[in-house]
């Protein structure tokens, strides 16, 4: 089941994230984020007019995501950047692409013109994902990113709706 996050869900989606934070190049974050600071994420995009959605199985949230900003200026307010992370046990079951077609879907209905995806390089499995559904590689950044001693490619994948 996909349905919008709320700030209940902090803790499930901080412990999710956690894995990441602590264990890949996915995200280049390097502190742990607790519920509380999750839940001040999940209500500021929220307040922002922007979707945090969670797939849940047997109500256990399994995976997120959500739509931000691309930019603070204001002819980027038709572009957002999509993210979704997925518990490591729910990985390859489809979640994933579900959660992303969510996002998609309410940024059309939020009358968005671009969907932007940031995937640390490398990571085949979110790549396929992008392509899967219709985004287009659209940049390359190489050693932008430094995490786990090493540096980190960064690629851009664009949909436009």
């Not at 579900?98 to 059309?108: E, P, V």
């Amino acid at each position: 089941m996909i349905r919008p996050a709320t700030e209940t869900d902090a803790a499930a989606i901080a412990a999710i994230y956690n894995h990441y934070i602590e264990h890949t190049i996915v995200t280049f974050e390097e502190e742990i984020v607790n519920a509380a600071e999750m839940a001040g994420r999940i209500r500021d995009t929220l307040d922002a007019g922007l979707p945090w959605i969670v797939a849940t199985e047997n109500d256990h949230v399994v995976g997120y995501g959500y739509l931000s900003k691309w930019k603070s200026r204001c002819s980027y307010r038709y572009s957002v950047e999509a993210s979704v992370y997925l518990d490591q046990a729910a990985t390859r079951r489809g979640y994933g692409s579900r959660i992303y077609q969510s996002l998609i879907n309410s940024a059309k209905a939020l009358k968005m013109h671009a969907v932007i995806g940031g995937v640390s390089l490398p990571n085949p499995g979110s790549q396929r994902l992008h392509e899967k559904l219709g985004f287009e590689k659209i940049a390359h950044f190489r050693e932008v990113g430094y995490k786990f001693d090493q540096w980190i490619d960064v690629g851009y994948w664009e949909k436009i709706l």
